[in-house]
């Protein structure tokens, strides 16, 4: 390290990567003595930064939160990640963190060093999300109530507008937050309902914390409840259909949120809902392995209609190549 101005700040980079380092270790990575780290670490608390002294044998230092936010120091790594970060929370339907999100990857980028600014803005312009359904969009309020709920474990009180606009108001145990089809959602347990529910955080009017602690499920995997909740919504058709193939291949060739899956013997049962049947006889029409409909009968009216319609696709361009090979024949 060439100067004492880079050594304090590889001194600061150091403080930022752990909870607490001891004072040996400090010196001995910048390649200074003791009384030298001494007065970098006054340095740094002269311009602000919350540098507290640990006593003990041999005494240690860790940085505290302050008022002011201290320089970061990023590696080329971790820049690249905060800006693929940033272009996800631009396109994630949180609407008052954009403007954020803009101004935050301007400042990497001008302090970037040249041929890394070049290469980030690229991803930037460049690289879309496959958001196939609109996305909703929400301000970060919402968010930010409930992943503290979350992670404090204590109950709320919801004001909540329901898709046919009715309005409710419930005590719910927040377990945890996932975004899934465009979508933000708190999972948890609803008092109200007495049960696991998913609610919309886009339809939540109001938060209120409640001075009552909860105990979440051991490693509650919110994504996956979400899933299987929007898979078993009551719809018009009930789905059982049996796939002749192990888990893992029905797992892979066709998408969670489809159903409940369950391993039966040398088969997997599907159990799903549907208001549309020509969109899931679609879905079926696309696998490898044969499967056999169980319920209801008119799915396979729809899978029928799929098949012709299919074929009929093909028909033309299968009665000209036999009409190619006919004429290449001939001459």
């Given amino acids: ?61 860790r940085l505290l939160p302050g008022s002011k936010l201290p320089p970061l120091m990023l590696t080329d790594q971790e820049a690249v990640a905060m800006s693929v970060g940033l272009l996800f929370a631009r396109q994630l339907g949180l609407a008052d963190t954009v403007a954020g999100a803009h ?15 070049d290469k980030l803005r690229a991803v930037s312009s460049t690289v879309q999300l496959e958001l196939s359904q609109p996305v909703a969009t929400l301000h970060s309020e919402s968010l930010l109530e409930m992943s503290a709920a979350a992670q404090g474990r204590y109950r709320v ?46 339809r939540i009017l109001s938060v209120t914390p409640l001075s009552v602690s909860f105990l979440a499920p051991f490693d509650f995997d919110a994504v996956r409840h979400l899933a299987l909740g929007l898979a078993t919504m009551p719809r018009k058709h009930a789905i059982v259909v049996r796939l002749k193939t192990s888990l893992a291949t029905a797992q892979l060739e066709l998408f969670e949120a489809i159903g409940v899956f369950r391993p039966v013997e040398d088969a997997v049962m599907l159990y799903s809902q549907a208001d549309d049947l020509p969109w899931f006889a679609r879905q079926l029409a696309r696998v490898s ?36 090979r006919a004429d290449t024949s001939t001459a």
Wanted: proline letters at 6%; glycine letters at 6%.
């Fill in 103 to 117: 101004s935050a990857q301007a400042k990497l980028e001008r302090v970037m060093p040249p041929v890394l600014r």
């Fill in 289 to 324: 392995f044969d499967f056999e409909v169980l319920e209801p009968p008119v799915l396979l009216e729809a899978i029928t209609a799929c098949a012709r319609r299919l074929l009929a696709q093909a028909k033309p361009a299968t009665e000209q190549a036999v009409s190619e």
């Fill in 1 to 61: 390290m060439s100067s004492p101005t880079n050594r304090v700040l590889a001194l600061l980079e150091l403080l930022q990567n752990a909870d607490e380092l001891p004072g040996p270790e400090l010196a001995h990575q910048l390649g200074v003595d003791g009384r030298t780290l001494r007065r970098y670490i006054t340095r740094l608390q002269d311009m602000g930064v919350p540098v507290q002294s640990v006593r003990g044998r041999y005494g240690a230092y």
């Fill in 157 to 202: 009180r919801l004001h909540y507008q329901a898709a046919n606009q009715e309005l409710s108001e419930r005590e719910f145990d927040c377990y945890g937050l996932a975004w899934r089809s465009g979508r933000w959602y708190a999972v948890g347990y609803c008092h109200l309902r007495s049960g696991l529910r998913s609610f919309r955080l886009d």
